[in-house]
């Protein structure tokens, strides 16, 4: 088994995909460093203050005038942006500065932003050629020709997928940091996060509001990025065994994501949509206490369902690939 994991490792690395990938990482991240930048001081020029606590409070007022206008049409976004209130008025009764400045609060948000679109495609790259290939290419036969069960060739394959999204997450979170620390500084890993928001027909519950330093959110929440950024790979992976077009597997999921994205923002009134896996990839917002797309969504059922599906793909990619005929 190990020698056939080490062989597909090989295949991997030769084709660069992995260089690609970090090359991407790399870029995305300066560009969003760049960003950031100009946003901190563009609200530094708008409210003419560099004191957390005045912004913040001008930032409530702002947002109260537009809540109190009619140009937010959206009772959804009326909700979410009265729970943001809500919750920066709690970071504000108790001193505590949710924007922290530093190279952790920068990955923090990075990876809140990125969870749901950017590591799943990224992930998709690879996944979805990983058996695929071997139809375009050819290589199928040769590959089952060896004395090996076909549920080993394929298991030597997921654990390259599981290999690959570990070390794509850490090259995010190294890259992350190592890069935004050049303009924010590499402080803040102390810095105090509130943990454990809920909301409860458009209330904001702090009941459950526990104090945690950032390196413990930190590494929550690129725990379930890794989790999240493993179900898509498995899915990219079960749609590699059954469409031997990489194209077209890639094609499938990139439709999925992207219809995930604006479904979530859509569907508050349709219930059965909380049951799509990509209704469900944004976990980290959990521990934020935003406001799930759908009233009743939660932390514990959003993984349960992303566990079934990915359960789901592997029972199927498995079954396929070993019942396949191959001429």
């Not at 084709?15 to 930048?37: E, G």
């Not at 040769?142 to 090996?148: D, I």
């Not at 803040?188 to 996060?193: K, R």
């Not at 935003?290 to 199927?316: D, H, N, Q, R």
Request: with cysteine.
């Amino acid at each position: 088994m190990i020698s056939l994991i080490q062989n597909e490792l090989l295949k991997l690395i030769s084709k660069k995909k992995l260089i690609v990938i970090t090359l991407i990482i790399a870029t995305l991240i300066s560009l969003f460093t760049y960003a950031q930048f100009k946003e901190a001081e563009r609200m530094a020029d708008r409210y003419n203050t560099t004191d957390w606590r005045t912004t913040l409070e001008l930032q409530i007022a702002d947002t109260r005038n537009r809540l109190d206008g009619n140009r937010i049409t959206s009772e959804e976004w009326r909700q979410q942006l009265e729970i943001r209130i809500q919750q920066q008025q709690y970071y504000l009764d108790h001193d505590i500065n949710p924007l922290e400045p530093g190279a952790p609060t920068f990955v923090r948000r990075f990876l809140e932003s990125s969870v749901s679109l950017l590591l799943p495609l990224l992930i998709m790259i690879i996944a979805a050629d990983l058996v695929s290939s071997e139809f375009s290419l050819g290589t199928v036969k040769l590959l089952l020709t060896r004395p090996v069960k076909r549920w080993k060739v394929l298991l030597s394959k997921y654990i390259t997928l599981v290999l690959t999204v570990s070390l794509t997450v850490f090259i995010f979170g190294v890259l992350s940091y190592l890069i935004s620390g050049l303009v924010f500084g590499y402080q803040g890993w102390s810095a105090p996060i509130l943990l454990g928001f809920q909301t409860d027909g458009g209330v904001l519950n702090v009941t459950n509001v526990t104090l945690l330093p950032q390196w413990q959110y930190l590494l929550m929440a690129f725990g379930l990025a890794w989790f999240v950024t493993l179900v898509v790979g498995t899915l990219s992976f079960m749609l590699s065994v059954l469409v031997k077009s990489t194209a077209a597997g890639m094609g499938i999921m990139l439709s999925c994501l992207i219809s995930g994205t604006i479904l979530s923002s859509m569907v508050s009134s349709w219930e059965s949509a909380k049951y799509f896996f990509m209704v469900n990839l944004n976990l980290i917002h959990y521990l934020s206490g935003s406001a799930p797309p759908i009233e009743g969504m939660s932390l514990l059922f959003s993984f349960t369902i992303l566990l079934l599906w990915g359960i789901a793909a592997l029972v199927i990619s498995f079954t396929t690939f070993v019942r396949r005929d191959v001429f």
